[in-house]
């Protein structure tokens, strides 16, 4: 198979395409999958400059977490999919104790059953390709921080891949009494479109100067330093930068453990078109520019997410 790999830590210079790389194996717990589109996501790569390097799984490595595409071959103990089912998922269960050897950047990849769910009937193979690591990630957030209905939350980053379904997730699935989010000037629109009360422009005003406290603020950025003035005194501020527990109190950081469960219990919000995917409008990136998707990555700039599609 046609696959993205490197053979060494670095910039975007060290992934290559490998024309003839081996279709692995599925075990008895784990299905093969057709990869039809994949998306990339910040941990891609930190991994691939060297961030996981110390517990990382041995090179080459295929990135990519994010994955849609039907499967093709099933192991003995899989129940819950078959051959020709459509599936979603993150391929890597645990993104940093268990970082897994072959992602989603190729034309096949194997992924353990408990990941995946079947890909909601009403969206594309790109627009599933692009939720699973992000929205999972923003719905465990809102879990540890005991979030309910009638709080009000600071998301900060709205427009990220993961701060556009914090947004999402606290209004239609939480019930939050209110929402706000920061942005750049040009994404205040879109912050309101995706269900924010109140829209920051982060370039003209801070956000931890506002008279109003928050019960949750969700830092998708990593200004927790910061957040913390913004919450509720019995408040929490939820962050995704910087691994497990690495935070004091009223700091909550943790890492995702992917989870088909959470993607299978959202499904009917995907399909009843509340919560919505968010694609960068440059995107999506075919199988060839894989190097041009990741660069645009790491500027910082993109809105939503970046899905490479077709996959040959």
């Known amino acids: 198979m046609k696959a993205w790999k490197y053979s060494e830590y670095g910039g975007v210079e060290v992934l290559e395409i490998d024309p003839n790389f081996e279709v692995g194996e599925a075990k008895d ?8 589109a994949a998306s990339l996501n910040p941990i891609d790569y930190k991994r691939r400059d060297g961030l996981l390097k110390h517990f990382d799984s041995p090179l080459p490595i295929i990135p990519g977490y994010d994955v849609a595409g039907v499967v093709v071959k099933v192991g003995s103990k899989v ?9 979603y998922g993150d391929v890597v269960e645990k993104a940093f104790a268990e970082p897994k050897q072959f992602g989603s950047l190729a034309e096949f990849t194997v992924a353990n059953e408990r990941v995946l769910a079947l890909k909601p009937k009403n969206l594309d193979f790109t627009e599933a390709a692009s939720l699973p690591l992000a929205m999972e990630t923003a719905y ?7 979030f ?8 900060l980053g709205g427009a990220g891949g993961v701060g556009s379904h914090v947004i999402q997730l606290a209004k239609h699935v939480f019930g939050a009494s209110k929402i706000a989010a ?5 994404k205040l629109d879109l912050l309101k479109s995706l269900g924010a009360d109140i829209a920051i422009d982060y370039t003209k005003q801070n956000f931890e100067e506002l008279p109003e406290k928050f019960d949750v603020v969700y830092d998708a950025v990593g200004q927790s330093d910061r957040a913390v003035k913004a919450v509720k005194e019995d408040g929490k501020v939820v962050s995704i930068i910087g691994g497990e527990g690495t935070a ?3 700091v909550i950081s943790f890492v995702l453990t992917s989870s088909g469960e959470i993607l299978r219990k959202l499904n009917p919000y995907l399909e009843s078109g509340k919560v919505k995917p968010l694609l960068d409008p440059k995107g999506p990136f075919p199988f060839h520019k894989v190097k041009e998707a990741f660069s645009y990555l790491e500027t910082h700039r993109a809105t939503g997410k970046l899905v490479i599609y077709p996959i040959p």
């Open 79 to 87: 129940k819950k999919l078959k051959e020709g089912d459509e599936v």
């Open 248 to 250: 004091p109190p009223p």
């Open 140 to 146: 465990e957030g809102l879990e540890r921080a005991g």
């Open 182 to 186: 920061t942005s750049s000037t040009g």
């Open 29 to 36: 717990d784990e299905v093969l999958i057709k990869v039809v």
């Open 148 to 155: 309910s209905q009638g709080k009000s939350i600071l998301v």
